[in-house]
């Protein structure tokens, strides 16, 4: 039996944003469905603003919203029609419903659309109507799984400012995330988990602190060049090599401006056109790469135990 989740430890204080990462089947998903009580685990607890997830689910999903990795919304009813919906399963009456239905529908850029059947939304459409439907109660506590997946830049853009605004109405986040600058901008602390376990947590620069030193980062012109890139670097780095984006190739290194020269050197020897070569700081990815040996990536696909 695979055990999706191993002594996990998360704290997360009121008010702020807390963004767990890991790689694929790290636990992070399967960590949201225990916390919204969509799964039960077989032992540990967990409490949310004072409420006890295992004893009383009830009064969690009362006090909670939650948005999981797919847009959960009835094709057959309108943008407006689902928010209303949702608002009714909450008992909040037809009248609050429908103020909280528009009110949201304005705060996604949604009114345009808002009468028309979700099955003719775009993906990202969707995805705004299933995260306004975790906001329709106003919850203190917001749990959101990989929210701007399928959203284009702008829309990526406009949730952010919301999460910021709730934040700083009082609301508490946890966010699962496949995109790590989302976590520099928008965390305030960000747990790190492989395998069902926190293997480091801190705020962004505290995390990119702990891995320390500077990273030559190369840009070829070919992708035939990558490889023989990789193996440059892998001569003057001082830890994993990784590939960032199509064609760039970033090493640690001891003494930057020194392993820059020589891996410039060797690349001109070896006849390998360069589109940029430079140094920079360390990067959450970067952190991401060297805790957990390989590089973020999107689907969370888990197996709950």
Known sequence: MLRALD????????????????????????TVKVLTTLIRPDSGSATIDGGDVLADPQAIRRRSGASGQYAAVDENL???????????????????????????????????????????????????????????????????????????????????????????????VLLTMQYLEEADRLADSISIIDAGRVIAEGTADQLKASVGGQRVAVTVVDDAQVAPAREILQRYGTG???????RTVVAPVADGAEALARIMADAADAGIALHDAGMRRPTLDDVFLQLTGHAADGDDEETAA
């Open 240 to 246: 994993p090599v990784a590939t960032d984006g199509d």
């Open 78 to 172: 309108t943008g407006f029609e689902n928010l209303l919906m949702v608002g009714l399963l909450y008992h909040l009456g037809r009248r609050e419903a429908t103020r909280r239905a528009r009110e949201l529908i304005e705060l996604f850029d949604l009114v345009e659309a808002q009468n028309r059947p979700v099955k003719g939304f775009s993906g990202g459409m969707r995805r705004r109507i299933d995260l306004a439907g975790a906001l329709v109660i106003n919850p203190p506590v917001l749990f959101l799984d990989e929210p701007t997946t399928g959203l284009d830049p702008r829309s990526r853009l406009a949730l952010w400012d919301v999460i910021e605004s709730l934040v700083d109405g009082g609301t508490t």
């Open 7 to 30: 002594g996990l430890d998360l704290s997360v204080p009121e008010g702020t944003v807390a963004a767990l990462l890991g790689p694929n089947g790290a636990g992070k998903t399967t």
